[in-house]
């Protein structure tokens, strides 16, 4: 078993998930950059790899110093899912985007359907040797999963993507993670809209003279996990990467551990057994 490469996932990313209308999508990761941002989070399902790679080469901002993240897509689409066809897929990504590799590329979105380890990670194999990616990653898997993956993978696995807010903690991927050197990465970091109704958060935000999206976001960053919140608007834009000026207190992280709910989002037929 290899273990995990050093990376460093920049705290906070844009997230790109349903914005698949191209203005919409150039103008969002335009702005994130103008901000601050330096990490987009994409993938081949989500049709707008062209628009986020178009979006980036037109910015002022030197593509190295973008953190470009996407992910391959998942069996559920595709009719043959072996190595040769996960490394095409790998392939279509990058000339997608218009870049020779990203930073990140998560070799599994979801470890459903089809998903063989061997083969995904043969396909990993020869996309590293191709010079694809600096870093692979893995989305939506639990340690056991990753445990098998890390098991057949020649190149190590750096980073993990998954669900990740105040209504699912995610405290045993956190240990994993901190204990293999692993990046955690949280995906609908906003529960996709879900933490706007949770009063323990509102109460924090109100506090600090807040929203509740920053509360969320400084106490993801708080336990050490990257975030990436989908914004199309400015000012959420804006006001996402503000987060990274909160510094919730011991009071207000001890609220939140505490919250007893588990929600989960995302959920669907090639889901592992979470
Ligand atoms: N690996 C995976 O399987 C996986 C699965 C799901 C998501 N992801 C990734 O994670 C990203 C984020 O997840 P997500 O898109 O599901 O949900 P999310 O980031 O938790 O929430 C996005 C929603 O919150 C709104 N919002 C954002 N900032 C806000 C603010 N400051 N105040 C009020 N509302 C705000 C957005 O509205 P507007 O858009 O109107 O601004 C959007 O409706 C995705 O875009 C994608 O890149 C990965």
């Keep these: 078993m290899v273990g995990g490469e050093p990376i ?19 103008e969002s990761v335009q702005t ?5 941002y330096r990490h987009v989070d994409t993938a081949e399902a989500y049709g707008n ?11 002022s901002i030197p593509r190295e110093d973008v953190f470009l993240a996407t992910k391959v897509l998942h069996p559920k689409f595709t009719d043959d899912y072996a190595t040769e066809s996960i490394v095409q897929n790998g392939r279509a990504c990058l000339e997608r985007l218009g870049v020779d590799s990203v930073d990140l590329f998560y070799g ?11 083969e995904t990670f043969e396909a ?10 600096d870093h692979l990653g893995v989305c939506n898997m639990t ?24 209504l699912l903690q995610q405290e045993e991927l956190r240990e994993y993670c901190e204990r293999h050197g692993m990046d955690l990465v949280a995906y ?7 933490m706007f109704e949770v009063p323990e958060l509102q109460e924090i935000a109100d506090k600090h003279g807040v929203s509740a999206a920053r509360v969320s976001l400084a106490w993801l960053r708080e336990k ?10 400015e000012d959420h834009i804006r006001d996402n990467w503000q987060s990274l000026e909160l510094a919730l207190d011991d009071e207000d992280v001890r609220k939140i551990d505490s919250i007893d709910r588990e929600e989960r989002q995302y959920d669907n037929p090639y889901a592992p057994d979470w």
């Excluded at 705290?11 to 150039?26: A, E, I, K, P, S």
């Excluded at 994130?32 to 601050?36: R, S, T």
């Excluded at 990993?124 to 990616?133: I, K, Q, S, V, W």
């Excluded at 050490?224 to 608007?233: F, L």
């Design 8 to 26: 460093d996932v920049p705290d906070l990313g844009l997230g790109t998930y349903r914005n698949d209308d191209w203005d919409q999508c150039t």
């Design 32 to 36: 994130a950059l103008e901000v601050g």
């Design 49 to 59: 790899e062209e628009a986020v790679g178009e979006s980036i080469a037109a910015s």
């Design 108 to 118: 599994v979105h979801w470890p459903g359907g089809e998903y063989d380890p061997a």
């Design 124 to 133: 990993c194999e020869r996309l590293d040797e191709e010079g694809a990616f």
């Design 143 to 166: 340690p056991e999963l990753i445990d098998e993956a890390r098991d057949v993978s020649d190149v190590p696995i750096s980073a993990v993507q998954v669900e990740m807010h105040p």
């Design 188 to 194: 609908a970091p906003l529960g996709n809209g879900r």
């Design 224 to 233: 050490g996990v990257s975030s990436i919140p989908k914004a199309a608007s």
